[in-house]
Each structure stands twice: as structure tokens, then as C-alpha cells.
């Protein structure tokens, strides 16, 4: 027998004003711990906000800030409309219709997931620039023609448009199939067309989901690097990163970092606001109900809208990179790639421990817990994926450096240590994907339900066994499709390794940037393959649930 | 005495949830806690198995204090099974080894005789191998009793153990599984919503409301002697209908006298209360208490009917407007509005201090 001191607080209180102080447990400590760990980066650049340095406002003002704001406004926007008129017809045709080739297309549309944006930036501009084959064989055929340069405004938004449209497509589709055609039928049964039904009914129903992967699409609009860098479209990211490392100055990059996260935050804030709705709104149970017969050239059109967007997505860009990576190959492929994979692989490796292992700390800290304060702990420890890479490296760096020079200061270390380290790099993988991991893991935690564990308890297993034999073997699954996910996302990852990484840590990603900077279209196929390849895993990962 | 509990009540903040709440139960029997959603049931369950603290009185299992204010013997000390409502069994392992999920210390040659054991006990030999998701409802539900059953628990306890089953399978899984428990000779507490269910299995019942026991007894007796208002309409049908209370064993109501000992309310005890209250009562009259007979000068006008099958259950109005409940033979089929025979014959009465209502 033992007395339990957890309940002690249910008793019942005997004076007016029995305060009792209770020292927050172990788990309580460790999600405050991750969710401070996330808000350190924004506060400390946030705080670069409020104390304006009049010089470099100036010049930003002067020089860089309406360049980069009319720029990251059109951007926003165009993907923005972009990713939603491709993305919700493609998720309504496959989740609702039927068509030659439905099947197949509904997962091969999450295809282009698999290749980063700056891999697809890249192969445009080789295909479609002046010296590219596109326009040479055009000149062979028609003599001298102008076309409209890929290198433009529109160029970027159509690249991005093809990189990130998945997201709307891959929620919307949900909505669609969530919703059921029993939403529809109603409709029809009081006497609307399926076509006036589906803008009347289906796609305002949906809109909460629209909404989400729409801003979700935007997020990543926002913190992309590779994309803009290669285009040399001036955004807040690619600003952040020449003031840092062209400038060096710290101070700006920071102050620009500020502004980009007032808009991050705006985006984030609508995005959880539509989070809320989506409750509401969702209706039934996943319906295998008849599909809309398309037939004649309704259902060409419809085949063949999905193709040209995963030809253009996809096959393309894939067949394009892995011809000049065969042209390259044997004189490329060296002792520099063993570095480039170890480094990729060790680093990947090396978070996805890391950020599963935390994730499976702060889903299980609000598992022993369960209320108001480790609800919103979680919550604010896993907005990181809005928190743009450019912007992380300056926040994470700042307070490192500050800590090192005290360190030094005081005598303890002879020189700067955590800022050289894999510290920073490593501090702004979890921060950015945390939630990459939690979610799947807070998924299945969720399903566990409160009898499992009452259950093992009444047949006499309890404690460390209890996790041992129901709660990790329960959890696999997840556990392993977070180590995946983190592993193939910090593969891909850009500017946080471009700024963060210790001398000589070069990735595949950083070699790709490097030979795109260059121009070497040719020369950086070949790491951007072996990124393709890696980022296969997580869209198959998708399907695979998706199929369930 | 196998278990009892003494004056246990239980509350959150303010929220009373149990209140003093006592009963005992002997080694062998099967309990039953019966009561509409929200009467705290579930709740005397989970204290029992230990995963709710009283915050009053006393839990006893085997002699043993098990929980009191402040002190707890934590669930997986108690030996006691426990089937869940969703059944909770662990997906991730297949059926043999979520049976033997409980069984510690055996060697797995033992273990595994034990598993087979059990398994052929609730029917599903040759099942081990199968995993929870490929079982039906019914099927999950034995591996579950089994698992509960595995480790010779002390005492098992049964959260609402068929309501995600359809009706005919749970009518026909809870008598299996009353066999079941007596051929096995353990003791258990089932919680339900569902009299037919708690009279199927069990040999004393308690019927709870607003976090209180009105009555642990046999079914026989909630039935034909409630000894309270909210037990005589929870368990069974039937109308109270205003009576005088003429002295301890007659009472006079519009269809006659009734002879016979007075139980509820007004037995002995509460009797000086209604004699204060000039003699005024309300007397219970069951369906089967009112029969059918064209021989009657007794007449009733047929207001409701109800086919049943076997029977007809009439709603009658009477000609001063109160309404009674009888249950007749179905081949007395009489049309709604027409007047009908009806006679008195009551084994039992019982009968409660009238309420006068505010208004009238």
C-alpha cells in the first residue's frame, strides 16, 4: 500500500483560501522546457523589432524594404491564388469524380511533394531560359522568336504554384472525401445541378480545409530560400541571408528577420484560426459512395488536366534532372560526394533522433497531464513550421553567440565553442521540425485510449512497464513515419544549413545550392536526384495512410 | 464478505458525485449497479478498481482496506478485472497474448495452457493467433472477459460490457457470460443502463440515482417492491394512481380495496407520515396488476395500444381520468375509444406519501 500524492489536491479543501503549492512534475517541466526552446528564437528576434537601429533602418528603407516588400507581396499572392486554382479542382475530380486514370492520379498528384522547390527552380530555368533546349529548338524550328523570360516574376509564382499546390490538393481532397457525396445528393434532391451543388455546397463546406492548405502553402511561400535564391528574386529570406554572410551585419539580418515574422505570425494566426472551424464543419464518416460519371470529352478534359499538372510537376523536371545527372556523373561523381551523403545522412539521422524523441516527450508530458496548460504548452511548442529557416538561423544564433561570449567572459572556455558547433544547426531543426514529428505522434497517442492503460493496470502492469509493453509498441508506426519525416525534411533543408553549419559540413543541399548559384544546371542534378530520391519516402508514407 | 463498501461517497470541487453510498457482496455473486446515465455508476466502478480516490467512508476487499480518504491501493494491486466498456484490448498483440497479457511469473508452457484454457471457456478456441481488429464486436467482447479472467482476479468488474453490441447478441452474451462467470465461480460488479440486462445476470442489484444506492436487492423485490419512487419508476412499467390509506394493510383507490401488507413508503415506518397527511397515498399498479375480464363491472375506455406479440399492453383511461397500464393476452384485441372489462389483482401493494404539487 502507498499513499499517492497526486490526489491530495482533490481533497476536500477546508479553510476559504487553502492555497497549496505544488511543485510541477518532471513532465509539466520538460514541455515548458521545448515550448520555451521554440519561443527563444522569436522572442529574441521580435525583441530586434522594438529596438530600432535608426542606420540601418535607414538604409533598409532607403535601398531594400520596398523592393522586398512589393516582391513578397506578389509572391504571396500569386502562389497564393495559384496553389488554390490547381490544387481544389484536382482535389474535387479525384476524391469525387471518376475519369480515365482517377485511381492513379489521386496518389501520383502528390508526386511533386517529393521534389524540393528550388530542385523544380532550377530545372525551369535550365529548360526554359534563352541558352535552354526549350527555346534553342524553338529558334531551330521558327527562327528568332521572343519568348517571356522565366526569369520573372511570373516564373517564380508558376514554380512555386507546381511545388506547393499538393498542399491545398492533399486537404481539400480530405474535405471532399470527409464530406461525403451525401452533402451532394441533398442538394441534388432539392433540385441543384451537381455543378450549381458543388459551388453552393461541397466547396463551401470544404472552404476550412481550402483555407488551411492554402496557408499552409504560404508559410512555405514565405520561408523559402533555394527557390528565390535561384530565380534572384529578392525576398525577406535571401535578404536576411546577404546581409548575414555578403554585409555581415547581424543587425540587419535580424531586423529584416523581424519583419518577415510579423507576417509569418499573421499567416500562422489565420491558419489556426481556420483549424477551429474545420470541427465544426467536418460531417460524416469517410463514404464510399457512387461516383460522378464523367464521360466524353468531360472526362479527356478532366484526364488531362491531371497529366499536364504532373507532367509539369513532376515527370518533366524529373526526367530533365536525371539526364544531366547522367551526363555528370562519371566526371562529378567523387570523393566529395562520400562527404556531401555522410553529412546529409549524419545530420538527418541525427535530428530525426533527436526531434522524435522530444515530440514523444511533449506528447507524452500532455498525455500525463492532460488539461488547459499542456494543451496550449504543445501548441506553442510546435509552431516552428511556420518560422522560416532564415529567420531561425539569426534567432537561434544570437542568443548562442551572447551565451558563448559570457562564456568566455566568466573565463570558462577559451574561446567561442556553441556557436562553431552542430548546436545551432541542430537547436533550429527541432524548433522548425517539431511539429513535423508531433503530429503523427500525437495522433496515435490520442488513439491509445485512457481503459488501455486502465486495463493494463487492472492485470497488473504499471509504470515503466506499461510504457515498455503498450505505449511503444502502440506507437511504432508513428514513431517511425516522425523519424522519417524529420529525416527526409532536414535532407532537403536549406537555409538553416546554408547559415547554421560548422565549417566543412557541406549537404547535398548546400552542394546544390552552391552549383546553382554557379549556373551548373548539369552539375547540381546530381545531388538534387539523390534529394528526390529521399524525399519519395515521406509522399509514399502519404499514400500508404492514405490508402487505409 | 468478499467486498464492501462503507458510506463511500466522492466529489469534484463542489460536485457531489457519490454519496454515501454502502453495499457488500459475497464471494460467488454476481452485483449489478443499475441507473440512468449520469448517476454515478461508472464512477462507483472506477473507485472500486481504484482508479477514482473517495473522498469519504471506506472501500474493503478481502478484509483489506483498499481505499479511504487520502489513501489509495493503487489499480494494479488490487487484483481486479476489469472489462471496458470499448473493450480496450491491446492492438497491437494478438489474442493469445493480450489474454496473457495479466499472467506474471508463469513459465509459457503454463501460461500458454492457461491461455487456451480461457479461450475455450468463452468459445473462441483456435482464435489465439487472430488479431483485436479482425474480430467482430461479440468476439472482442470474450477475449476481453477472458483477458479480465486470466489472472484469477478477486473480483471482476463489467463497465457497460454489452452496450456496443446489437440487441439480440447481447441478450444472448449476457446469459453466456453469467454461465461463464458462475462455471468459473468469480465474483463480479456489473454497471448497466439496461434492467433486462441487470436482471439476466445478476443476483443483487442496486439501483442508483444522483450518486446514491435507493435500493440494493434482488430483482424480485425492485420489481414488486420498490421501496422508493424512482425505483418503482425506473424498473418495470406501471402508474401511480392517488389512494386513502385506511389503516396498515388496506387501501382504498378508485378501482377497489386492496388487503394485503403495505411495503414502500408507508410500510410501518413511514406510516405516521402519512396518517399526518390524512391517510393520502399513491399507489403503484404494474401492467400485470390490472386484468382483462368482460366479465368486470369495473370499465375502462382503451385510450393507447401497444402490440407486442404475445400481448397487448393497454393504455386505459378510467372514467374519472386517471389512467392505468394492463398487459393482456393478445388474441383480446379490442379497437382504440371502446370500454372494456377490467378487474384488480394485486400480490403486493405498495403505496407512497401523496406529493401535493405547489399549484393544486
Known amino acids: ?548 | 464478505m468478499l467486498l464492501e463498501l462503507k458510506h463511500v461517497s466522492q466529489s469534484y470541487a463542489a460536485r457531489k458525485v457519490l454519496c454515501d453510498l454502502s453495499f457488500a457482496l459475497n464471494t460467488g455473486d454476481i452485483g449489478c449497479l443499475l441507473g440512468p446515465s449520469g448517476c454515478g455508476k461508472t464512477t462507483v466502478l472506477r473507485a472500486i478498481a481504484g482508479f477514482e480516490p473517495i473522498t469519504g467512508g471506506e472501500i474493503v476487499l478481502n478484509g483489506e482496506r483498499v481505499s479511504a480518504p487520502g489513501f489509495i491501493v493503487p489499480a494494479e494491486k488490487r487484483r481486479i478485472g476489469m472489462v471496458f466498456q470499448d473493450y480496450a484490448l491491446f492492438p497491437h498483440l494478438n489474442v493469445a497474448a493480450n489474454v496473457g497479457f495479466g499472467l506474471h511469473g508463469l513459465s509459457s508452457v503454463e501460461r500458454n495452457k492457461r491461455v487456451e484454457e480461457l479461450l475455450q471457456t468463452v468459445g473462441l478456441e483456435g482464435s489465439g493467433q487472430a488479431y483485436p481488429h479482425e474480430l467482430s464486436g461479440g468476439q472482442q467482447q470474450r477475449v476481453a472477459l477472458a483477458r479480465a479472467l486470466a489472472p484469477c482476479p478477486n473480483l471482476l468488474l463489467m463497465d457497460e460490457p454489452f452496450s456496443n453490441l446489437d440487441v439480440e447478441l447481447r441478450e444472448r452474451l449476457s446469459l453466456e457470460v453469467r454461465d461463464i462467470l458462475k462455471q468459473q465461480g468469480a465474483t463480479a460488479i456489473i454497471v448497466t443502463h439496461d434492467q433486462h440486462e441487470a436482471f439476466a445476470m445478476s443476483d443483487m442489484i442496486g439501483v442508483m440515482h444522483d450518486g446514491e444506492i435507493q435500493q440494493w436487492d434482488k430483482a424480485y423485490n425492485l420489481y414488486h417492491l420498490p421501496e422508493s419512487r424512482f425505483v418503482a419508476d425506473f424498473v418495470g412499467q406501471g402508474v401511480l394512481l392517488p389512494g386513502k390509506m385506511l389503516n396498515a394493510d388496506q387501501v382504498e383507490i378508485e378501482l377497489g380495496t386492496l388487503h394485503g401488507e403495505v411495503s414502500g413508503a408507508c410500510s410501518s415506518e413511514g406510516l405516521n407520515e402519512v396518517s399526518n397527511n390524512g391517510g393520502e397515498v399513491e399507489v403503484l399498479l404494474r401492467p400485470d396488476d390490472i386484468i382483462h375480464d368482460d366479465a368486470s363491472p369495473l370499465l375502462a375506455q382503451v385510450e393507447h395500444k401497444a402490440f407486442r406479440g404475445a400481448d397487448i399492453l393497454y393504455t386505459l383511461r378510467l372514467p374519472s381520468g386517471n389512467r392505468v397500464l394492463s398487459l393482456v393476452p393478445s388474441h383480446h384485441n379490442h379497437a382504440i375509444g371502446e370500454w372494456i372489462g377490467i378487474r384488480l389483482e394485486v400480490d403486493h401493494v405498495v403505496a407512497f406519501p401523496l406529493i401535493k404539487s405547489a399549484g393544486s
Open chain 1, 1 to 548: 500500500m502507498q499513499r499517492l500524492p497526486v490526489y491530495s489536491a482533490k481533497a476536500p479543501r477546508t479553510g476559504a483560501f487553502t492555497f497549496k503549492f505544488r511543485l510541477p512534475s518532471a513532465w509539466v517541466l520538460a514541455a515548458l522546457l521545448i515550448a520555451m526552446l521554440t519561443l527563444v528564437p522569436v522572442v529574441v528576434v521580435l525583441s530586434s523589432l522594438l529596438t530600432p537601429e535608426r542606420e540601418i533602418w535607414a538604409h533598409l528603407v532607403e535601398y531594400q524594404l520596398p523592393q522586398l516588400l512589393t516582391n513578397t507581396f506578389w509572391l504571396v499572392l500569386g502562389v497564393g491564388l495559384g496553389v488554390a486554382i490547381i490544387g481544389v479542382p484536382l482535389a474535387w475530380l479525384t476524391a469525387v469524380c471518376e475519369f480515365p486514370g482517377r485511381k492513379q492520379f489521386s496518389w501520383a498528384l502528390l508526386l511533386p511533394l517529393a521534389i524540393p522547390a528550388y530542385v523544380t527552380a532550377f530545372v525551369a530555368i535550365g529548360l526554359l531560359d534563352f541558352t535552354g533546349p526549350v527555346q534553342t529548338l524553338a529558334r531551330e524550328w521558327w527562327g528568332p522568336i521572343e519568348f517571356p523570360s522565366i526569369r520573372s516574376r511570373g516564373g517564380v509564382i508558376a514554380v512555386m504554384t507546381l511545388a506547393l499546390y499538393p498542399y491545398v490538393y492533399l486537404i481539400a481532397r480530405n474535405a471532399f472525401l470527409t464530406q461525403g457525396k451525401h452533402a451532394l445528393e441533398v442538394a441534388q434532391s432539392l433540385g441543384l445541378s451537381p455543378t450549381v451543388g458543388f459551388f453552393r455546397v461541397a466547396l463551401p463546406m470544404a472552404r476550412p480545409w481550402i483555407v488551411g492548405g492554402v496557408m499552409l502553402a504560404l508559410m512555405e511561400t514565405l520561408a523559402d530560400f533555394g527557390t528565390v535564391a535561384v530565380f534572384n528574386y529578392d525576398t525577406f529570406t535571401t535578404a536576411i541571408y546577404k546581409a548575414w554572410f555578403s554585409l555581415f551585419s547581424l543587425q540587419a539580418a535580424s531586423q529584416l528577420a523581424s519583419l518577415l515574422i510579423v507576417f509569418v505570425l499573421v499567416v500562422l494566426l489565420a491558419e489556426q484560426q481556420t483549424r477551429k472551424r474545420m470541427h465544426y464543419t467536418q460531417t460524416g464518416k469517410h463514404s464510399v459512395q457512387a461516383r460522378i460519371q464523367l464521360t466524353g470529352a468531360r472526362a479527356w478534359l478532366a484526364s488531362g488536366f491531371c497529366l499536364i499538372v504532373l507532367a509539369l510537376g513532376f515527370i518533366i523536371p524529373v526526367t530533365q534532372l536525371l539526364l544531366w545527372a547522367s551526363e555528370v556523373v562519371e566526371q562529378d561523381l567523387d570523393a566529395r560526394y562520400l562527404d556531401f551523403f555522410w553529412h546529409s545522412l549524419a545530420l538527418a539521422a541525427i535530428a530525426a533522433l533527436l526531434v522524435g524523441a522530444v515530440a514523444l516527450l511533449l506528447s507524452y508530458s500532455a498525455r500525463q497531464h492532460p488539461g488547459f496548460l499542456l494543451r496550449i504548452t504543445a501548441r506553442i511548442a510546435t509552431i516552428g513550421y511556420a518560422l522560416p529557416g532564415a529567420v531561425l538561423a539569426v534567432g537561434i544564433f544570437i542568443p548562442i553567440a551572447w551565451l558563448d561570449n559570457r562564456l568566455v567572459a566568466v573565463g570558462w572556455v577559451q574561446s567561442p565553442l556553441l556557436q562553431g558547433s552542430l548546436v545551432v544547426m541542430l537547436l533550429a531543426y527541432l524548433i522548425r521540425f517539431l511539429a513535423v514529428a508531433h503530429s503523427p505522434i500525437e495522433s496515435q497517442m490520442q488513439r491509445i485510449t485512457r481503459s488501455v492503460d486502465e486495463a493494463a493496470r487492472s492485470l497488473g502492469v504499471s509504470g515503466i512497464n506499461l510504457i515498455a509493453r503498450v505505449h511503444i509498441p502502440m506507437l511504432s508506426g508513428s514513431l517511425l513515419t516522425a523519424a522519417a519525416l524529420v529525416f527526409v525534411d532536414v535532407m532537403k533543408e536549406m537555409p538553416i544549413t546554408l547559415m547554421t553549419r560548422p565549417f566543412g559540413w557541406d549537404t547535398l543541399a548546400v552542394r546544390v545550392f552552391e552549383m546553382t548559384a554557379a549556373g551548373e544546371w548539369n552539375r547540381a542534378a546530381l545531388p538534387a536526384v539523390a534529394l528526390v530520391l529521399a524525399g519519395l519516402v515521406p509522399v509514399l508514407l502519404l499514400t500508404k495512410y492514405r490508402s487505409k
